[in-house]
């Protein structure tokens, strides 16, 4: 993107894509290829720069929009301060002060990322599960016993889905809980192996 500094101030944006008229001169859109910096300078266009050091995972954290400038005769985009998602649930409330209740009488309830991540947690420990519910169901139609390492494995699934849950509830903050998920190298440079502080699901192979 490019912009147009008139009097120290950005008077308008370009995309690059077509020519453009600056006072009684047309320009041809290969000024924004085929010229120099230096020669779309002369004539008052300057690429804009984003500064992207406020700008967070979205995943985690509500961005700004950007705000453009103008520093040392450079068309400058940035973001404010990124503001952190909802980290635990809240009841939402009426202008009055009074519960928000929906169609059923019930409290509104927003849900914060605990309650979203833990939630992810829970379909994908069922959808694991769902893999080997035919033992269950086959030994309850006809008796055949499961096999001890199924039984394990679900076990062990149904373990680790609360270790996670739990670790999330712990999450002090949006960067603890973003921390969980973030994969690290606990190998070597060599032999890398990556991992999460969340952990992963066990595999009924492993």
Same mark, same amino acid.
């Given at each position: ?35 120099s910096e230096a020669e779309r300078n002369a004539i008052g266009i300057f690429e ?5 050091? &406020? ?7 509500? @961005? ?8 040392? @005769? ?16 809240? &009841?939402?409330? @009426? ?10 009488? &019930? ?46 494995? $679900?076990?062990?699934? $149904? ?10 509830? @712990? ?36």
């Amino acid at each position: 993107m490019f912009a147009l500094i008139e009097n120290q101030q950005i008077t308008k944006f370009y995309s690059g894509n077509k020519g453009v008229t600056l006072g009684d001169i047309q320009y041809p859109r290969s000024i924004f290829t085929l010229w120099s910096e230096a020669e779309r300078n002369a004539i008052g266009i300057f690429e804009v720069t984003v500064d992207t050091t &406020n700008k967070k995972d979205e995943q985690w954290y509500i @961005n700004t929009n950007i705000s453009y400038g103008v520093e040392s @005769n450079k068309a400058v985009g940035s973001y404010g301060a990124a503001t952190p998602k909802l980290l635990e649930d809240r &009841n939402e409330t @009426n202008e009055d002060g009074s519960p928000m209740l929906d169609a059923d009488g &019930n409290q509104v309830v927003t849900k914060g990322l605990k309650s979203q991540k833990k939630d992810i947690i829970k379909q994908q420990a069922a959808g694991i599960l769902a893999d080997t519910d035919w033992y269950i169901t086959r030994k309850a139609d006809a008796g055949t016993a499961v096999p001890s390492a199924v039984t394990t494995h $679900r076990a062990a699934v $149904r373990t680790k889905s609360g270790e996670m849950e739990t670790a999330i509830d @712990n999450a002090s903050d949006v960067d603890a809980l973003a921390a969980l998920y973030e994969y690290v190298n606990t190998g070597t440079e060599e032999n890398p192996v990556m991992e999460r502080p969340l952990g992963e699901f066990p595999r009924l192979d492993s």
